[in-house]
């Protein structure tokens, strides 16, 4: 078997992290739900992410599998929520444009990604991570509670009933 690893991503990986972010986009419109429908993420977005050196990349051998964007600052969608979150004032990392390449579903790489993240997380010193998805996302969903998230609220990323997003934190 391959090793399985991740590394922070460069900008040379941009267009293979762009394919990946698009087969998850058409993937979600396929499940018929509206997130990641507005044109981001994008280009722009990804390349600011890889910038910042908040961009990560799951490797399967040599090859890109999945690209997940790890926010070691305070995500201002996240201020205001409906519900409560399980710690207040505490410094969290956040997932987000989190995506695995369609040649590598089905075979359990998404928990392998989010143990890596979480490793990274405590790693910088974190106890605490939040992600989001929307409510019609029931993949990730699934993979988030799967990973021990625990779901405190909803969240708006962006006006209006599609900006609606369920919030999910993991006390580590």
Known sequence: MAAIYIRQAVETDLPR?????????????????PQWQNGKPNEDVLTEDINQKHC?????????????TLLDSDDPNYAQI??????????????????LSAN???????DFFFS??????????FSTMRIDTHALN???????QKNGFEFCGIV???????GERKAYELQL
């Open 17 to 33: 992290i762009m394919e990946i972010i698009n087969q998850a986009k058409a993937l979600l419109k396929a499940d018929g739900s």
């Open 56 to 68: 990560w990349v799951l490797l399967v051998g040599n090859e890109i599998a999945g690209t997940a």
């Open 82 to 99: 409906d519900g409560n979150w399980i710690t207040d004032s505490v410094p969290y990392t956040t997932i987000h444009r989190i995506a």
């Open 104 to 110: 590598f579903r089905g075979q359990h790489l998404s």
């Open 116 to 125: 890596n993240l979480i490793s990274l997380s405590l790693q910088k010193g």
């Open 138 to 144: 029931q993949r990730m969903q699934h993979l988030i």
């Open 156 to 162: 708006h990323v962006e006006p209006g009933k599609d």
